[in-house]
């Protein structure tokens, strides 16, 4: 049991033991704080016992911190890779490329699509992906604006009406006077919401950092004050430490660490499922 629990302890609980050092070095106190404090002490006490020949081993309560935030973690790498793959089919909604019209090349010639600016004139043929917002000046055609607004028919688009960046010419051509490009455009912005609101972090999860900096420290005064007390009241000092122990591995926030990155990770998969884009966790 001490042999796997050293392995548990030193593969899955290194990166854990790490940022709790760092933190502590520049006294952030943070959730890996507690899960290190929690599962060194009931790894360090257990060695204790298995040293003094006593059966009273508390191994499994050690890897069990370690197991269950590093299962949180891969739960939310999963959800957050399904919400990359969806954000790829947005992505792929960016053409790479251009047809821009000039007076030498009245039909268009490609450049790069970053290349494009407002103003520019540019023309999309059937079964082209519009790379920017703007106004149709010559041509006709219809939309298909499905991936970008959810309508399910294409819409029919002739000189002087607006044309999204992301749809995509069903039939017909279409010279378009750029207006909104990059991350201007409704496709550009819809993907930055994407790709910030993933990075962003909840209104629980900052409340929580805060908290935790008074928390750690206070959830170690306690643990103290506890094996103090059961010693003074001359129950051993064996007793004394298994108290002090077990307040710091209940206090061990895993289903916080759990919770809500996972959360929030589920949450802007299932939106996106159902045609939303989140913006903001507050709302």
């Given at each position: 049991?001490?042999?796997?629990?050293?392995?548990?302890?030193?593969?899955?609980?290194?990166?854990?033991?790490?940022?709790?050092?760092?933190?502590?070095?520049?006294?952030?106190?943070?959730?890996?704080?507690?899960?290190?404090?929690?599962?060194?002490?009931?790894f360090?006490?257990?060695?204790?016992?298995?040293?003094?020949?006593?059966?009273?081993?508390?191994?499994d309560?050690?890897?069990?911190?370690?197991?269950?935030?590093?299962?949180?973690?891969?739960?939310?790498?999963?959800?957050k890779?399904?919400?990359?793959?969806?954000?790829?089919?947005?992505?792929?909604?960016?053409?790479?490329?251009?047809?821009?019209?000039?007076?030498?090349?009245?039909?268009?010639?490609?450049?790069?699509?970053?290349?494009?600016?407002?103003?520019?004139?540019?023309?999309?043929?059937?079964?082209?992906?519009?790379?920017?917002?703007?106004?149709?000046?010559?041509?006709?055609?219809?939309?298909?604006?499905?991936?970008?607004?959810?309508?399910?028919?294409?819409?029919?688009?002739?000189?002087?009406?607006?044309?999204?960046?992301?749809?995509?010419?069903?039939?017909?051509?279409?010279?378009?006077?750029?207006?909104?490009?990059?991350?201007?455009?409704?496709?550009?912005?819809?993907?930055?919401?994407?790709?910030?609101?993933?990075n962003?972090?909840?209104?629980?999860?900052?409340?929580?950092?805060?908290?935790?900096?008074?928390?750690?420290?206070?959830?170690?005064?306690?643990?103290?004050?506890?094996?103090?007390?059961?010693?003074?009241?001359?129950?051993?000092?064996?007793a004394?430490?298994?108290?002090?122990?077990?307040?710091?591995?209940?206090?061990?926030?895993?289903?916080?660490?759990?919770?809500?990155?996972?959360?929030?990770?589920?949450?802007?998969a299932?939106?996106?499922?159902?045609?939303?884009?989140?913006?903001?966790?507050?709302?």
């Amino acid at each position: 049991m001490a042999a796997m629990a050293a392995a548990v302890m030193a593969y899955g609980g290194a990166p854990f033991f790490l940022r709790a050092w760092q933190g502590l070095r520049h006294a952030a106190f943070s959730m890996e704080a507690l899960i290190t404090v929690g599962a060194l002490s009931a790894f360090g006490f257990s060695t204790y016992n298995l040293l003094a020949g006593s059966i009273h081993l508390y191994y499994d309560t050690a890897c069990m911190l370690i197991t269950l935030v590093l299962l949180g973690k891969i739960l939310e790498r999963r959800a957050k890779d399904e919400v990359l793959e969806g954000l790829q089919g947005l992505l792929s909604l960016m053409p790479t490329k251009v047809r821009i019209v000039e007076e030498a090349f009245p039909e268009g010639r490609f450049v790069a699509a970053e290349r494009l600016a407002a103003g520019d004139l540019f023309r999309v043929v059937e079964n082209e992906v519009v790379a920017a917002d703007g106004v149709v000046v010559s041509g006709g055609g219809a939309s298909d604006e499905s991936s970008i607004t959810g309508e399910p028919r294409p819409v029919m688009k002739k000189p002087g009406d607006p044309i999204r960046s992301g749809s995509r010419l069903h039939h017909g051509s279409v010279t378009i006077c750029a207006d909104q490009v990059g991350t201007e455009s409704t496709l550009g912005q819809m993907i930055a919401v994407v790709q910030n609101t993933l990075n962003l972090r909840t209104p629980g999860e900052s409340r929580t950092e805060k908290i935790l900096q008074w928390f750690v420290p206070a959830i170690i005064a306690l643990a103290a004050a506890t094996g103090v007390a059961v010693w003074l009241r001359g129950q051993g000092l064996d007793a004394a430490v298994l108290r002090a122990v077990t307040v710091t591995v209940i206090a061990c926030p895993c289903a916080l660490g759990i919770a809500i990155p996972l959360a929030r990770v589920v949450g802007v998969a299932l939106a996106a499922r159902n045609g939303m884009l989140i913006r903001s966790f507050s709302a």
